[in-house]
């Protein structure tokens, strides 16, 4: 039986795996924001592309050395581009992988299926780079709204080159770009589960710990007030955001991304959301033992 390394082609970044009993001890995360700009002109950048390419490209040489067979899937940037095929194209001639360009709907199964694992929950909120999943027993729903995107959109409506520029009104500009695309109901999520970088980020702040332990960023009940309170601290930050050990590669996005959840939480009449750090690439992991191929 084929064993895999999953290389996951973000919209924030490239995140690269190789397993170990049907299991991913460790990832690695290519922060190349491929999905950079992309809310503005409906296109991936030639600089982001390149960049995704150099390092998959080096990411599938090891995978090989080390007796893995890469297996690549794309979400939300590769999905929504224009010039999105063209690049899966370029990946697969220039890396010698093939990628699969997941449907929102899948993106957000798979999500499901990799954090179920962790079990006791009712409902999971995916945030990522471009988009954002919601998903419970009956229902799976994708929206255009990532860390990445909103961040484009907000420094746009507001005319704002970082996002320590004038950060309520880029707030309320999420907020605005939000109401227009959430078209759910309110309703009681119940015990509800968080995936994706932005949560695990603010779940490992919220660890006071100095390093990232799976184990206690999963034991974090983040609730509106705590993180209303985190959002206040990343603003007072400012630029030394940038020398947090767990911010450096999201120091210019996570305010964005804490945006989205605090308004998905009060969307979903949330009283806290747990994280947890096994998300898409386990479940695509799932499928690709259990179907033996991705295509």
Wanted: aromatic residues 8%; charged residues 25%.
């Amino acid at each position: 039986m084929n064993k895999y390394a999953v290389i996951d082609i973000g919209s924030n970044s490239v995140r690269f795996a190789e397993e170990v009993n049907g299991a991913f001890p460790e990832r690695e995360i290519y922060t190349t924001r491929l999905g950079s700009g992309l809310a503005r002109t409906g296109m991936l950048s030639d600089e982001a592309m390149a960049k995704s390419v150099a390092v998959m490209k080096e990411l599938a040489r090891r995978a090989r050395a080390d007796g893995f067979v890469p297996a690549g899937y794309a979400t939300s940037a590769v999905r929504d581009a224009a010039n999105g095929p063209a690049f899966r194209e370029r990946v697969e001639a220039e890396c010698g992988f093939p990628v699969e360009v997941l449907s929102g709907e899948e993106e957000a199964r798979l999500a499901f299926l990799g954090a179920a694992g962790r079990g006791g929950f009712d409902a999971m909120l995916d945030i990522g780079g471009a988009s954002m999943q919601i998903v419970t027993a009956d229902m799976r729903v994708s929206f255009r709204a990532g860390c990445v995107r909103c961040s484009d959109i907000a420094r746009e409506a507001v005319g704002a080159f970082s996002p320590d520029d004038r950060p309520l009104e880029q707030r309320r500009a999420v907020e605005a770009y939000l109401d227009g695309i959430f078209d759910l109901p309110c309703f009681d999520a119940g015990r509800l589960v968080g995936v994706g970088g932005t949560i695990t980020t603010l779940a490992a702040l919220e660890t006071g710990l100095d390093r990232f332990d799976p184990e206690s960023v999963e034991s974090v009940e983040i609730t509106p007030s705590s993180l209303e309170s985190r959002i206040a601290a990343l603003i007072g930050m400012g630029e030394r955001r940038r020398e947090d050990p767990f911010l450096r590669e999201r120091h210019d996005v996570i305010l964005y991304g804490a945006y989205i959840l605090a308004y998905a939480l009060k969307r979903l009449r949330a009283k806290s959301i747990s994280a947890s750090c096994a998300d898409g690439m386990e479940g695509y992991l799932m499928r690709l033992k259990y179907n033996g191929d991705h295509r």
